[in-house]
């Protein structure tokens, strides 16, 4: 009997830590806490006050606004945001979070809120125009990120992949001649080529087209139906469309819906 009643409260245990987080838990709680990456511009940079800032952190401010609660921004890499998630760390992530079926595995997404190529850029003088022109090379990529996983199924053959921790740190292994291309969103060349009237780097060969949602853990359905209506919202409103034009100069691009 005694063994039963240990089995009895385990089950419980386990079944209180599954439930689901739903909209009306985080309103009480009063606070939502969201994962930024503040190193990989412009969806993230660190502001001149020193906190995060970006695209990402103005889609995260409008989900607090429109929750009515306070806005807690978490700091992360792209290795440690889906570990944040699932250890409870944070309740959303906003951080370049591209959507595939590998990651879904793990967390669920919203509709996407933003989409970019994902592509190997490198100086304009470095003739590469195909896969078999990396021969020899060294590529960049941020660690763990979609140019990392699409690079490394390749198995290219005389490529050495060199992976950093951010994709900050990767771009400025590229202008320092650490790496002979980049492998990054096509974001990373805005901010490469950023100021300078001679554009120095090119996108050389796309990878494919990435599309970025709001990270959730699995079984949060009503969160999920929420934030599926909160981007429909800002995307029909204008707002989303603003925070594209202040963020990448460009106006939204259409996107897809599941």
């Given amino acids: 009997m ?42 993230g940079i660190t502001g001149t006050d020193g906190q995060p800032d970006g695209y990402d952190v103005d889609v995260a401010r409008l989900v607090a606004k429109y929750m009515g609660v306070e806005l807690e921004l978490v700091p992360v890499t792209s290795t440690n945001r889906i570990p944040y998630l699932l250890t409870n760390r944070v309740d959303l992530v906003i951080s370049l979070f591209s959507i595939t079926p590998e990651r879904a595995l793990q967390v669920w997404f919203s509709d996407p809120y933003a989409g970019v190529g994902t592509i190997i850029t490198a100086r304009k003088d470095k003739q590469i125009a195909s896969f078999d022109d990396l021969k020899g090379l060294k590529v960049g990529v941020p660690r763990g990120t979609i140019p990392d996983i699409l690079l490394t199924k390749k198995e290219l053959p005389d490529v050495e992949i060199m992976r950093f921790d951010d994709e900050a740190t990767s771009i400025q292994a590229l202008v320092t001649g650490q790496v002979d291309a980049l492998g990054s969103s096509t974001t990373a060349l805005i901010v490469l080529n950023r100021g300078k009237a001679e554009k120095e780097f090119e996108s050389k060969i796309t990878l494919v087209e990435n599309h970025f949602g709001i990270g959730m853990r699995r079984g949060q359905e009503d969160l999920r139906q929420w934030l599926d209506t909160f981007v429909y ?26």
């Avoid at 009895?8 to 990456?37: E, P, T, Y």
């Fill in 233 to 258: 919202s800002i995307k029909t409103n204008g707002e989303l469309n603003a925070i594209a034009q202040k963020w990448t100069g460009d106006d939204l691009k259409p996107l897809p819906t599941f």
């Fill in 2 to 43: 005694k063994w039963l009643a240990v089995f009895v409260l385990a089950s419980l245990s386990l079944v209180g830590a599954a439930q689901a987080q739903s909209v009306d838990d985080i309103i009480s709680k009063g606070k939502i806490a969201i994962a930024v990456d503040p190193t990989s511009a412009p969806f």
